[in-house]
C-alpha cells in the first residue's frame, strides 16, 4: 500500500520489451521482490544492478498506464510502500492504476496550477468534489468534477518535487481512482 506521497524521481534508463531499467536515488536501499510505486503504478523490483534497478510490467499494465507512451530518459515519480508503523500523509492509494487521463488544460490560481484532467465515461462516478484522486502517484484533491473531467490544484512544492513540473496540455497522467469510492459503488450494484 502506498500514501501518494512522492519520495523521489527517478530516470528511467532503459527499456526492453516488457522490462524497465530504473535509477534512483535510493537504489542501496532496495532489496528484490520489494513493491514500488512509479507514476502511480505498482511493480516488483526483480532485479538490482550497480546504477539501476529492474521491473517487469504486464500487458495489463501498459494497457492501463501511460507507460505504453514512455521513452528512455522519462522521469518517473517514484515511493516505496508504506511501513506498517509509517504517517500516513497522503490517501490509501494502491498502486492500481486504473485510466490515463489527458490533461485538457493547465492554468495558475494564485500560487497553484490547476490541472483540468479528461474523464472517460465510465469512471465519472468515482470522482467527487474534495475527494481523493492520484495522478502520477500523487495524492491530491478534487477540486471540482463532472461528468467528462476533474480538476485538481497543484501547489509549488509538489510541482517542484515530482514529474508534474514537465507537464503540458495534451500529456497523460495515470489515474487511480480512491478504492472507497470504488467499493461503495460496487456495493451500491449489487445491492
Keep these: 500500500m502506498f500514501t501518494g506521497i512522492i519520495e523521489s524521481t527517478g530516470i528511467i534508463k ?3 520489451n516488457s522490462k524497465l ?7 542501496s536501499k532496495l532489496e528484490i521482490g520489494q ?9 516488483t523490483v526483480t532485479k ?3 546504477d539501476c534497478y529492474e521491473v517487469e510490467l504486464i500487458p495489463e499494465t501498459f494497457k492501463r498506464s501511460h507507460f505504453q507512451n514512455i521513452q528512455e530518459g522519462y522521469e518517473v515519480n517514484l515511493e516505496r510502500c508504506m511501513k ?3 504517517r500516513f500523509d497522503g490517501h490509501i492509494v494502491q498502486g492500481h492504476t486504473d485510466f490515463v487521463g489527458v490533461i485538457e488544460g493547465i492554468e495558475k490560481d494564485g500560487n ?3 490541472f483540468k484532467i ?3 465515461e465510465e469512471y465519472s462516478n468515482y470522482f467527487v468534489e474534495k475527494g481523493s484522486v492520484t495522478l502520477n502517484g500523487i495524492s491530491l484533491t478534487v477540486i471540482f468534477a463532472e461528468k467528462h473531467y476533474f480538476t485538481v490544484g497543484i501547489i509549488p512544492h509538489t510541482m517542484e518535487l515530482t514529474n508534474l513540473r514537465n507537464i503540458t496540455i495534451d500529456s497523460k497522467v495515470n489515474v487511480e481512482t480512491d478504492i472507497v469510492g470504488k467499493y461503495i459503488k460496487k456495493f451500491n450494484s449489487t445491492s
Excluded: N
Design 21 to 27: 531499467s530504473i535509477q534512483a536515488p535510493f537504489l
Design 48 to 50: 538490482i544492478l550497480d
Design 112 to 114: 497553484s496550477s490547476i
Design 35 to 43: 513493491s514500488i510505486a512509479h507514476d502511480g503504478v505498482c511493480l
Design 14 to 16: 532503459k527499456i526492453e
Design 84 to 86: 506498517a508503523d509509517g
Design 118 to 120: 479528461i474523464i472517460p
